[in-house]
């Protein structure tokens, strides 16, 4: 497709279970200096739930967007352990990653609360950003359209149109995450082909078209560039590489 050049790129970062209070500060002085002048893309950081505040408070009066990693799809209630949307909206989220391959490997998500997560999000004016892929098990027997065609079907896109239009979705192919082994453009490009088709089928060519996809698995500063060259390609969700300033910058930066 050659349509990409409508749809404005996102970058984001996925902190995981890293960073203190003072190393989120610290991130952000280093960081915004260096993405002063980004204007032509979103960029979005998303640190661990205890760092958001800090994190806010730091980025204020930049471009830079915060997330959540993960959400809870009910309201207030007797739910130990759990945070909602709305709680995440009040401590200045605008994004929040629903369905990572870790949630859904280690934590037992499934793709009906990833459909619950996505329209809770969605609920509290938020950017859900749904998370897909197909592990290397998957792929090596031939199955990953096959499993991206359920987590599509059975998570997102159980979603109205009105809610798909208003969803980022990533994928992530697990065999890619944080073992250094990026998916070529090309193998990304197919996948992301893929995921749009199945929006065109299950709601109409125009939202397939105005669908941004990120890749995430391996997001380097020296591999950013040839994955960007992809029009099928709407972005990074970088995990590994965000966590220092100046290689997520770079990456941020890409030309
Ligand atoms: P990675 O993680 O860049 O460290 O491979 C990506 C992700 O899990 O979002």
Redesign the pocket.
């Known amino acids: 497709m050659t349509t990409a050049h409508k749809r404005r790129r996102v970058i984001a970062g996925?902190w995981?279970m890293y960073k203190n209070l003072g190393e989120t500060r610290d991130f952000f002085d280093a960081f915004l200096p260096l993405v002063r002048d980004v204007r032509d893309r979103d960029v979005v950081v998303i640190p661990p739930f205890t760092a958001i505040s800090a994190a806010v408070e730091r980025a204020a009066g930049s471009a830079v967007a915060i997330g959540a990693q993960d959400v809870y799809w009910g309201k207030n209630g007797a739910l130990t352990g759990e945070i909602c949307a709305g709680m995440l909206a009040d401590a200045g989220c605008r994004y929040v990653?629903v369905g990572?391959?870790?949630r859904r490997q280690f934590f037992h998500e499934t793709d009906d609360t990833v459909a619950r997560k996505a329209l809770a999000v969605l609920s509290e004016g938020l950017t859900p950003i749904v998370?897909v892929g197909e592990t290397l098990e998957n792929r090596d027997a031939g199955l990953e359209k096959e499993v991206l065609r359920r987590q599509f079907s059975g998570g997102p896109g159980s979603l109205t149109a009105d809610e798909f239009s208003r969803i980022l979705m990533?994928y992530?192919p697990i065999w890619?995450?944080?073992?250094?082994r990026?998916a070529t453009p090309e193998i990304a490009a197919a996948a992301h082909e893929f995921i749009r088709a199945c929006a065109a089928e299950q709601y109409t060519a125009g939202h397939a078209l105005a669908l941004r996809v990120l890749y995430?698995?391996?997001?380097?500063p020296d591999n950013i560039q040839g994955l960007m060259a992809q029009d099928e390609l709407d972005g990074a969700?970088?995990?590994?590489?965000?966590l220092d300033a100046k290689s997520f910058a770079s990456i941020v930066n890409y030309t």
């Open positions: 996925n995981k990653l990572h391959s870790e998370c990533a992530e890619a995450i944080g073992t250094g990026t995430g698995g391996s997001v380097k969700l970088v995990g590994g590489a965000s």
